[in-house]
T-cell receptor
Framework: TQLLEQSPQFLSIQEGENLTVYCNSS?????LQWYRQEPGEGPVLLVT?????EVKKLKRLTFQFGDARKDSSLHITAAQPGDTGLYLC???????????FGGGTRVLVKP | KAGVTQTPRYLIKTRGQQVTLSCSPI?????VSWYQQTPGQGLQFLFE???????NKGNFPGRFSGRQFSNSRSEMNVSTLELGDSALYLC????????????FGPGTRLTVL
């Protein structure tokens, strides 16, 4: 059982559509991060959220940290083929502690 | 600034052999973490080194070991390889003290035959 559950596991959409990826846990995290990984490469950090209820925007990507700091979501508006990749959430129980990763959501945006 | 580098990028070994993977962190980063990534288990934490000392450890058998040198470069070793050790091994360096943000290398793809 994953400490961090991501859903859905796989998402295939057409260019221009919106999508949301969820990251849920029964545990509280001091911070939560989202990464994107493309084939043949390591994950690349997109954002870190640390405050319950926090919302961060990165161009067409919107990240939200739940009020209780147990869950997070990633919303992509008007998805583009370049958004294709494996999206991973990762949480830390305290600063400097090891990260626990979710199982990942594989996103495919078709032109 | 150069990113995290890992060598080799690809490796093929047979069961029972041992393997050593290398990681050079971003210049100035003192923390290095290792992860194993497989389709079935996802990304799992192996261990973290800081200033040549293991600071955190995941739930892997003793066949998996690592070390860090005074220049922050790190190596991980897997002895008595098993088929299930086939995976992408990722190294990540961490910059700010107290930060959990990881900067990953491209990984070493290990195949055990």
């Amino acid at each position: 059982t994953q400490l961090l559950e991501q859903s859905p596991q796989f998402l295939s959409i057409q260019e221009g559509e919106n999508l949301t990826v969820y990251c849920n846990s029964s545990s509280v995290f001091s911070s939560l991060q989202w990464y994107r990984q493309e084939p043949g490469e390591g994950p690349v950090l997109l954002v870190t959220v640390v405050t319950g209820g926090e919302v961060k925007k990165l161009k067409r990507l919107t990240f939200q940290f739940g009020d209780a700091r147990k869950d997070s979501s990633l919303h992509i508006t008007a998805a583009q083929p370049g958004d294709t990749g494996l999206y991973l959430c990762a949480g830390a129980k305290a600063a400097g502690n090891k990260l626990t990763f979710g199982g990942g959501t594989r996103v495919l945006v078709k032109p | 600034k150069a990113g995290v580098t890992q060598t080799p990028r690809y490796l093929i070994k047979t069961r029972g052999q041992q393997v050593t993977l290398s990681c050079s962190p971003i210049s100035g980063h003192r923390s290095v973490s290792w992860y194993q990534q497989t389709p079935g288990q996802g990304l799992q934490f192996l261990f973290e080194y800081f200033s040549e000392t293991q600071r955190n450890k995941g739930n892997f058998p003793g066949r998996f070991s690592g070390r860090q040198f005074s220049n922050s470069r790190s190596e991980m070793n897997v002895s008595t390889l098993e088929l299930g050790d086939s995976a992408l091994y990722l190294c990540a360096s961490q910059g700010l003290a107290g930060s959990n943000e990881q900067f990953f290398g491209p990984g070493t793809r290990l195949t055990v035959l």
